[in-house]
């Protein structure tokens, strides 16, 4: 027997209400299938009437096409004899897309609000929680769109893959380790505490937003460029809150800074009047270094060692070619250049420079679409030709 009466029912959905009970009896085999579907939630009486409506309302929507409606004066009713014709195919359409949309947005809040309860233990509640943006309602809030229409369940699960990708755009941006943190305070509800105004919450909370506004752009491959600048400058400001990002890869690449010329270094070169300035890693190069040094690699006629000693004589000093620079010994000039040696690996993360000219330049993981599938075929065998060609080189 359901517990949904059909009075709950007609006040749960109006447009199925009917003075009679021919309507009602033929939902209630629908109405117990959705209630053996959510009895996970039923443990949880603030959680009882989001889903008391969403069984009404997934009900309605999944039978509304099985049954002879009529449009009545008061809503739609089922076809009791033969002089009466069933509602138009539009006016059924639009039903089903109402209920569809009504349910979709229901069962967000549904599960949404689990998360303050025991629920959140679940395997569940942790496969929901699977981003930032984790249900259509999030997605339609950041101005995702799935084929220039709203999100809603189906259009969200289409979208697995762009959400799949933007995720992981975030997560190069905060680190892994990090980026697990935050889904786990957002499987226990996090996002939700009013109790808590702690840093690490407040910390939290606008990395949140800012992830959020991150995997929006890249989801609808707009420009992510500024997004990355908000959110790296969050990771700076809330450092002493997020201890899973300092202790992190990312972060030591990020911020592991330059050699300093003092002579209590273990590797002092340069006579201690000299102000030399020598990245520790990839992420430390600043975008016109960069290219620098792509543009050395892209000539292939430089050893790593050249490129280390031209990078060197214009980026390590105040100035480029400084008049010191004639003067310093070979040994010098090579021992300082054994600080750059990480030039000989590429980066552990992707990297590039946000513009090339005027350009704006593709996402660093390829997660945009306006970089064409022959273009990406381009690339890709552009790629499997260096390589091929940088293996027959080490032979």
């Given at each position: 027997m359901s517990i949904i009466t059909k009075q709950k029912f007609d006040a749960l959905v109006p447009s199925f209400r009917d003075a009679t009970d021919s309507v009602y009896r033929k939902m209630v085999p629908q109405l117990e299938l959705y209630?053996?579907?959510?009895?996970?939630?039923?443990?949880?009486?603030?959680?009882?009437?989001?889903?008391?409506?969403?069984?009404?309302?997934?009900?309605?929507?999944?039978?509304?096409?099985?049954?002879?409606?009529?449009?009545?004066?008061s809503g739609f009713g089922v076809i009791s004899t033969a002089e009466k014709s069933p509602a138009s195919q539009a006016r059924v359409d639009a039903l089903q897309r109402q209920l569809y949309e009504e349910c979709s947005d229901?069962?967000?809040?549904?599960?949404?609000?689990?998360?303050?309860t025991a629920w959140n233990e679940t395997s569940n509640?942790?496969?929901?929680?699977?981003?930032?943006?984790?249900?259509?309602?999030l997605l339609r809030k950041y101005g995702v769109l799935c084929e220039e229409r709203e999100v809603f369940a189906r259009e969200y699960a289409r979208l697995a893959p762009q959400r799949h990708e933007g995720a992981i755009h975030v997560l190069h941006e905060i680190s892994p380790e990090l980026y697990e943190a935050m889904l786990n305070w957002l499987r226990k509800g996090g996002e939700f505490r009013t109790d808590d105004n702690s840093p690490r919450q407040h910390a939290m909370k606008t990395l949140l937003e800012r992830g959020r506004v991150l995997m929006a752009r890249d989801m609808t491959a707009g420009p992510t460029h500024k997004a990355c600048q908000n959110l790296r400058a969050s990771l700076v400001i809330f450092a002493d809150s997020i201890p899973e990002y300092t202790n992190s890869a990312t972060y030591r690449a990020r911020h592991s800074g330059f050699y300093e010329n003092k002579a209590d270094h273990p590797t002092f070169f340069f006579p201690e009047t000299l102000k030399v300035r020598i990245p520790k890693g990839?992420?430390?190069?600043?975008?016109?270094?960069?290219?620098?040094?792509?543009a050395l690699m892209a000539a292939e006629r430089f050893t790593v060692e050249e490129i280390q000693l031209r990078y060197l004589r214009r980026f390590a000093f105040e100035r480029p070619n400084p008049p010191i620079w004639k003067v310093l010994s070979p040994y010098t000039l090579l021992s300082a250049a054994e600080e750059l040696a990480w030039l000989e690996?590429?980066?552990?993360?992707?990297?590039?420079?946000?513009?090339?000219?005027?350009?704006?330049?593709?996402?660093?993981?390829?997660?945009?679409?306006?970089?064409?599938?022959?273009?990406?075929?381009?690339?890709?065998?552009?790629?499997?030709s260096w390589t091929q060609f940088a293996d027959r080189g080490t032979d």
């Amino acid at each position: 027997m359901s517990i949904i009466t059909k009075q709950k029912f007609d006040a749960l959905v109006p447009s199925f209400r009917d003075a009679t009970d021919s309507v009602y009896r033929k939902m209630v085999p629908q109405l117990e299938l959705y209630e053996n579907r959510t009895g996970e939630f039923a443990p949880y009486e603030e959680l009882s009437e989001l889903r008391e409506r969403y069984i009404c309302l997934a009900a309605a929507h999944n039978a509304v096409r099985s049954l002879d409606l009529i449009l009545t004066g008061s809503g739609f009713g089922v076809i009791s004899t033969a002089e009466k014709s069933p509602a138009s195919q539009a006016r059924v359409d639009a039903l089903q897309r109402q209920l569809y949309e009504e349910c979709s947005d229901v069962f967000d809040e549904l599960r949404t609000k689990a998360l303050s309860t025991a629920w959140n233990e679940t395997s569940n509640a942790q496969d929901m929680v699977d981003s930032f943006l984790y249900t259509p309602t999030l997605l339609r809030k950041y101005g995702v769109l799935c084929e220039e229409r709203e999100v809603f369940a189906r259009e969200y699960a289409r979208l697995a893959p762009q959400r799949h990708e933007g995720a992981i755009h975030v997560l190069h941006e905060i680190s892994p380790e990090l980026y697990e943190a935050m889904l786990n305070w957002l499987r226990k509800g996090g996002e939700f505490r009013t109790d808590d105004n702690s840093p690490r919450q407040h910390a939290m909370k606008t990395l949140l937003e800012r992830g959020r506004v991150l995997m929006a752009r890249d989801m609808t491959a707009g420009p992510t460029h500024k997004a990355c600048q908000n959110l790296r400058a969050s990771l700076v400001i809330f450092a002493d809150s997020i201890p899973e990002y300092t202790n992190s890869a990312t972060y030591r690449a990020r911020h592991s800074g330059f050699y300093e010329n003092k002579a209590d270094h273990p590797t002092f070169f340069f006579p201690e009047t000299l102000k030399v300035r020598i990245p520790k890693g990839w992420e430390a190069l600043s975008e016109r270094e960069l290219l620098y040094i792509c543009a050395l690699m892209a000539a292939e006629r430089f050893t790593v060692e050249e490129i280390q000693l031209r990078y060197l004589r214009r980026f390590a000093f105040e100035r480029p070619n400084p008049p010191i620079w004639k003067v310093l010994s070979p040994y010098t000039l090579l021992s300082a250049a054994e600080e750059l040696a990480w030039l000989e690996e590429p980066p552990t993360t992707a990297i590039r420079p946000a513009h090339i000219g005027k350009y704006e330049a593709i996402d660093a993981h390829l997660f945009d679409e306006r970089l064409k599938f022959g273009d990406f075929l381009i690339c890709e065998n552009l790629f499997q030709s260096w390589t091929q060609f940088a293996d027959r080189g080490t032979d």
